[in-house]
């Protein structure tokens, strides 16, 4: 990097490390935060005039859509595209809504003249395979696909001419996150439609065919690596000298860029080269010098972080980890592991639920335990071992109270001070029940089939195998908050990625460990390992 | 280039020059000539066992083809397109086209379910616009969205998986290039919905967005130059040296490339830079040492050539010219002027079937002239001025009899020995008629309100204007067959391209200077210039 470019990203605001704002969330204020006026405050003490100024550039963006859409097909396209993205962005976000309910309206299909099609198309014989005239038959293809043409809505137009224009899929992304902004405020139908179409097209631009990987380095320019520091969704990037580390010796970062969305990567991975899978993060972010890269036998993956918010709900990462894997394999033989050392970032959320239903269950439980009949009309779980609950009320003291030791834990877990973490005597009474309840987490808990857990559901779908589960991997604030500082180790062997990804993905099968596989009680193991 | 390379491409086998092989025609076998195995040639003796082991291959890849697209989504599917591909090459055509015709068949869309969605659509209202439940909108929308998806055929999924599968794209070009050359032999109505639905879909893939422009150059691979040699349409390259001049001083040559086909440009342009728009291709082709590039005012696009059979009908070429432009503009503000010096390909073939319909009414015309009534059932026009007809009548000598002018000129003109040529009284008498017709060609003769002559259309929607037509320009035997050795030059103004590009499209009007315009009498230059 020259000097001109280091003195860029040294004024370059690195990213705050408060903790709600770590996660780059699609649906957060963050698009804002990246782009200059793109959704100015709404000004408290507006007069007339202003109103009036803003209802007539609503106006003018409206026309030029209008114009985006209609237009016959020439080079003065270009022109009124601009004209459109710009004026987009200099719309407060009540008139962005208010557009972008216009399009998903007025710009929608057109109703009559499906069902005009759909007459014609059902006035016609199936063909039955067998000899048929030839003009029927060509009569009949056209009709149907008339009629596939006429169930697209108008606004693909938009959408496809936005692609082909420069910059223009950019555009798209942080139309999506406004969007998918509107859609958390209200649940509005059209809208929705008009989402999951434009999602559905964002897919198929942003194949994994029409994605590069690059290796990113200290090499790139200030504006590429200011934007890792930004984007860095699971390890906050907190100085320049962290950022020069993790682009440094022993370390590698891959990113996936599209040709139109040029000096930004659509998602990064940060890899470490290690002689042994990490277990905690920290010895991956700051550990002493890191070993001689010719030593390494390990590669892990300790970060994956999508840019674009608008991408929500679009797996880049699909074959991400395989590609990495086979450039690390080639340029580094000696590399045989290959491991994640990954967040769990639903488990908390997941257990203090649990813990408060069950606890209010055991608590019924006893009402009606003590009633005439003997018999409950719910069915608890404890979700402690006998041991594990006994040695928790020995060692709560007077740090949290409660009826039975999942109401204790769930008193200890709740509060965001964190207190338990600095207590030996409660870190190792959590310690059993939390692993094995983080592993029952991981294996058992599903929905439609699927690890509950993103992270898990993401790794497993590419093939990989549940290998470790670490305890205090993650004494971050971010950590104990989401998985009570407990991270995992996810495998991936090249020799069995396909074959787990098949029987994860048909049977919803996850491959672990013998070590992890033992957290679990024997009566449960049915659907793991 | 290094020593290797250079070896390498001194023994490619440089294009052979048989004219009728000049263009890369996407209907033609050259695709097998390019793929080895591609089109293996049928064997004419094959016994039993032959027969059973085609059988047997057949069923093979057709299985192959089955998995690749019912299979679900994971990783092993990589190893099943391989397959898939693999075997196809491997077939031999016939089994080729009984295999589309399987996939066009078999893999078409469910009926029986857009029946079903059909009638559920129907069922419901449609939206007025009013208020209206959220969970109807909901639903109608979310049977919309089935209907749409019912409506495409399963055979999407074969291409959508190729498409993001390493050489895929490449693989679906072959495929459509087959399925081309099957439907000039016969009409298969199944067969051309599949096709128009593989063209949309590569239109989509291979939007200018997803296109890199790259400057060619002699430093480039020799497996990209032996393409250049092999793919190049217009003009073909004779030798090493040709070929070197055309990447060297005063010579530019830009290629479109796409991510997923790596090596090949899918269309390429070749420049050539001049103090004055060149009149014949000879000057340029085989000029004397080149102007140092600094004197030069003209760049000159002198031939562009598509190398994809299976991309017929795709316009890939329709931001190149504007984006070469901006480059060359970019690179050397000393040049002003853009111009072309086009082939009019179909030029003799309009102009010979026009003179003898002609010269037939013609003589039907003097039938009745002579009987008794004096009215002509029929209107013939002459196309020729009564001073070209006198003139031509004069110097035909023993060449070639006729009725009257326009069948001494069909006469004239249709030997493929072009003797015309050779003859310095014949080039005086057919120069006047041939310029004036090949301008009405060129500006007046549509079809569905745009230019009858392709390359004229491809320009002219490009935001180019006539400039001038050259007599004796392409003197190539290739040059005399399409147009009678006439070349045409576009000129692309860079302030008025969109301009241009917009009446072209919207009333089909064709800009012209002032010397084009002259050949046309004054009578019919209602609808140009």
């Known amino acids: 990097m020259n000097k001109k470019a280091l003195a860029i990203l040294m004024r370059a605001r690195m990213r705050p490390t408060d903790p709600t704002k770590l996660v780059f969330s699609p649906l957060s204020n963050d698009v804002s935060q990246m782009l200059p006026n793109s959704r100015p405050n709404i000004e408290h003490h507006e007069d007339e005039n202003e109103k009036l100024n803003k209802q007539r550039s609503f106006e003018i963006v409206r026309e030029s859509m209008y114009s985006a859409i209609s237009m016959n097909k020439t080079q003065v396209l270009d022109t009124v595209l601009n004209d459109f993205s710009e004026g987009y962005f200099s719309l407060s976000f009540e008139n ?6 216009t399009l998903a ?8 003249q499906v069902r005009e099609l759909i007459k014609q198309y059902l006035g016609i014989q199936l063909p039955n395979g067998g000899v048929e005239d030839e003009a029927f038959l060509s009569t009949f293809y056209r009709i149907e696909r008339n009629l596939r043409h006429s169930l697209k809505p108008v606004y693909e137009i938009l959408f496809e001419r936005l692609n082909t224009h420069p910059g223009g899929l ?15 405020e209200e649940n509005i139908p059209s809208l929705r439609a008009l989402d999951s179409y434009l999602k559905e097209k964002l897919s198929t631009w942003l194949s994994p065919a029409a994605l590069e990987l690059h290796q ?3 090499d790139d320019p200030a504006s590429l690596l200011e934007k890792i520091v930004a984007y860095e969704a699971v390890h906050p990037i907190s100085n320049l000298i962290d950022l020069k580390r993790r682009l440094g ?8 860029f599209h040709s139109a969305i040029p000096g930004e990567p659509l998602i990064f991975i940060e890899v470490a080269l290690l002689k042994n899978v990490a277990q905690t993060i920290q010895e991956v972010l700051w550990d002493h010098p890191p070993i001689p890269e010719s030593e390494a036998t390990c590669a892990l993956f300790y970060s994956i972080s999508s840019t674009q918010p608008g991408l929500a709900g679009i797996n880049l990462g699909k074959f991400l980890i395989k590609r990495v894997i086979t450039l690390v394999k080639r340029d580094m033989p000696h590399i045989s592991v290959f491991a994640t050392l990954s967040p769990i970032p639903g488990f908390m959320q997941w257990l203090l639920s649990k813990l408060a239903s069950q606890s209010k269950l055991a608590q019924a439980e006893d009402v009606s335990d003590s009633s005439t009949d003997g018999f409950g009309l719910t069915f608890y779980e404890n979700l402690l071992e006998p041991e594990e609950e006994k040695a928790l009320i020995d060692s709560s003291g007077d740090l949290a109270a409660g009826k039975n030791g999942m109401e204790i834990m769930l008193n200890l877990l709740t509060p965001t001070t964190h207190e338990w973490a ?11 029940p939390l692993l094995r309840l983080c592993a029952r987490y991981l294996l058992q808990e599903k929905k439609r089939g699927k690890a509950l857990d993103s992270v898990a559901n993401f790794h497993l779908q590419n093939g990989a195998m549940v290998q470790r589960i670490n305890w205090m991997a993650d004494r971050s604030e971010k950590g104990l908050c989401q998985s009570a ?3 995992v180790n996810y495998v991936y062997r090249p020799e069995n990625i396909e074959e787990y990804a098949q029987s994860y993905f048909s049977t919803g099968h996850i491959h672990c460990s013998y070590v992890v596989q033992r957290y679990l009680s024997s009566t449960d193991m049915s659907s793991t390992c």
Chains 1, 2 share one sequence.
């Not at 309206?105 to 009559?112: F, G, M, P, V």
């Open 96 to 101: 962005r809504t208010k557009l972008l309910l």
């Open 105 to 112: 309206k007025d710009y929608d299909l057109n109703r009559t």
């Open 170 to 184: 950019k555009f798209l992304t942080i139309l999506r996150a406004d969007i998918l902004s509107i859609l958390t």
């Open 216 to 218: 990113i380095t200290w």
């Open 249 to 256: 010796v022993g370390r590698r970062c891959f990113g996936y």
């Open 422 to 432: 600095n207590s030996a005597k409660l870190l190792s009474a959590l310690r059993p």
């Open 485 to 487: 500082g407990i991270m």
